[in-house]
């Protein structure tokens, strides 16, 4: 047996699980000893889309999905909550890149909305989901220019959009902050920990899921056994969802980067509030600096400011940055929001994100009888979901036209030893934020 070298503990405050609807079905822990034919590790975007395509797939046999939080309070249940369909390649000047790969990217994001969006409606999920649109917005010439150069991209890859001046802004949006925004139609916006309790909550009837049941010791051989301090299971096969966390079970060891991000969450407006905001009442903004503020108005009538970044290898949140991403939060809301000088934050949380160095995901086998879809980099909604539904349909034989798209991939490349990742990491974290300005 072979140790799992870090397990996650995210942080209680998360805005977004303790405003989410209760769960239908109670969290339940395994213990004892159980067999099954199919065990995954993960229940996040990926892990619930491939238990639940296997148990589709495979009607007669149990799927064993485990994870060692419960579910939506964990990484998919953190996120700012846009599941995007365009590409947004930030290494490319005009953010397309190769437009090949563009349109391969789109068809996969496009999918991973289409099968969401089926499951939400076929089970009456409650997560807000709305096909809203997203801006993309500049306060400084160099963001400006960002945008320029991605709507150039777009027009290449015939994507619609509109451009909207800063005076006209404050009719969709409320604030006069912006100079410029680049708005794309086809971003669905949703209360991520809602969608992920419901996608747990509606999950076949022959998936078993075991919640707060971490996994601290493994066996791969012709069967997988998963032990945990309750007990074990053994499978035939298993199927890695975990992300970064996948490195700490033995595979893709130094390639994906665990990298946080901070957010906080305001107590409803109140009517008047809302009338002195004005502009539409649900929507969300991103930046057109990659290390600026992504902004939300939700359902709910609150506002989210998402900003604030930090490199943490072993996958878990570190307490003391809370405080200080919640001095950023309250000056970027200030800067955006000078007509609410009485709102304040009622949460505050960090979320990771694993991404890798040449932007690629690992998808397919990762030893004998142990697959794994891994690595989202900051796609999780749309690419989790999309890659989870086609790992399962590809166990079974079923072959879509992305599947070998996905096999083709070179994964995520190898980064540096320590202590020189985590230099340069930092360092580049370190300037990103200061290089972002005021869309910070």
Not at 24 to 34: D, E, F, L, M, Q
Not at 247 to 256: A, I, N, V, W
Request: glycine share 10%; hydrophobic share 35%; net charge neutral.
């Amino acid at each position: 047996m072979q140790k799992v070298t870090s397990l996650p503990a995210d942080d209680a405050a998360c805005g977004w699980y303790h405003t989410s609807p209760p769960r239908k079905n109670k969290p339940k822990r395994h213990s004892g000893k159980t067999t099954a034919r199919w065990a995954v590790v993960g229940a996040g975007y990926t892990g619930l889309a491939a238990a639940r395509q296997l148990a589709l797939n495979c009607p007669d046999d149990e799927v064993v999905l485990i994870d060692a939080q419960e579910v939506g309070f964990g990484t998919a249940g953190r996120n700012a909550g846009f599941a995007i369909d365009l590409p947004h390649d930030i290494g490319a000047e005009d953010y397309i890149g190769d437009i090949e790969t563009a349109k391969t990217t789109l068809k996969l994001n496009l999918l991973g909305q289409s099968i969401l969006r089926s499951i939400v409606e076929e089970n009456g999920i409650d997560c807000q989901m709305r096909a809203s649109g997203k801006y993309q917005a500049a306060v400084e010439k160099r963001g400006v220019a960002v945008l320029e150069a991605y709507k150039g991209g777009l027009d290449k890859l015939e994507q619609p959009y509109t451009m909207i001046d800063g005076q006209d802004l404050p009719e969709h949006i409320g604030t006069s902050f912006y100079r410029k925004a680049l708005f794309t139609p086809g971003t669905m916006l949703v209360q991520p920990a809602a969608l992920v309790k419901g996608l747990a909550d509606s999950l076949p009837a022959n998936v078993s899921l075991y919640e707060n049941t971490p996994i601290t010791e493994f066996e791969y051989g012709e069967k997988v056994t998963l032990k945990h301090a309750q007990g074990s299971i053994v499978a035939d096969k298993l199927v890695l969802a975990n992300n970064a966390f996948g490195m700490h079970f033995g595979f893709l060891k130094r390639t994906m980067l665990p990298v946080f991000l901070y957010a906080s969450l305001t107590r409803p407006m109140t009517e008047e509030e809302q009338k002195q905001l004005g502009g539409q009442e649900f929507w969300g903004v991103i930046p057109a600096e990659p290390f600026g503020s992504t902004v939300r108005r939700t359902h709910d009538n609150r506002i989210l400011i998402r900003n604030s970044f930090s490199f943490n290898p072993n996958g878990r949140p570190k307490p003391n940055c809370l405080k200080h991403s919640l001095q950023r939060h309250k000056l970027s809301f200030e800067r955006r929001f000078p007509m609410l000088p009485d709102v304040g934050f009622e949460y505050t949380w960090s979320g990771s994100l694993a991404l890798s160095q040449n932007h690629e995901g690992f998808f397919g086998q990762l030893a004998p009888n142990v697959y794994g879809a891994l690595c989202c980099n900051g796609l999780g909604i749309t690419r989790g979901t999309v890659t989870g539904t086609l790992l399962a349909d590809w166990l079974v034989g079923k072959n879509h036209e992305l599947t070998d798209v996905l096999l083709a991939s070179p994964g995520p490349n190898k980064t540096p030893p320590e202590p020189f990742l985590s230099v340069g990491v930092n360092a580049t974290l370190w300037w990103g934020q200061r290089k972002a300005g005021l869309e910070a």
